[in-house]
């Protein structure tokens, strides 16, 4: 199977696997030392970049307990042979402060012996950091 299509599918499995709040399947696409980021933000305690299946634990806790995804559209998935970036919208909510934003994004993702080494975040941190004030 080309590389770039294989890329495409375990990027679509972790997504699935989100969405059936599947920790075990996730942890296993992700690579041991997997690096997992999103834009440091002073109001979201989410942000920032962590490393390893820990650091992502902790992303993922700290996120449940501070946000609620409301929605999540994938758009495009464009790739290589290295990489994916996924295209999006993204509908949340701040738990604490019960306030809705909405943003746009693109995640980018890099494969590494067909797993994820990679995923950094990108998306309007006024509007998520507002929300979370």
């Not at 019960?98 to 797993?115: A, G, T």
Request: aromatic share 10%; net charge negative; charged share 25%.
């Amino acid at each position: 199977m080309e590389e770039a299509h294989q890329n495409i599918l375990i990027v679509k499995s972790l997504y699935a696997a989100f969405a059936e709040r599947d920790i075990p399947k996730i942890l296993g696409l992700l690579h041991e030392n997997v690096e997992w980021g999103e834009p440091e933000n002073p109001y979201n305690p989410a942000g920032g970049t962590r490393n390893g299946h820990k650091g992502f634990l902790e992303w993922i806790t700290i996120g449940k307990d501070a946000e609620e995804i409301l929605q999540l559209t994938l758009d495009k998935f464009l790739t290589d042979n290295f990489s994916v970036a996924v295209t999006g919208h993204m509908k949340c909510k701040a738990i604490k402060s019960q306030k809705i934003y909405e943003s746009d994004f693109v995640h980018l993702i890099v494969i590494e012996n067909k797993k994820i080494k990679k995923l950094q975040e990108f998306f309007d941190t006024y509007v998520a950091g507002e929300a979370f004030r």
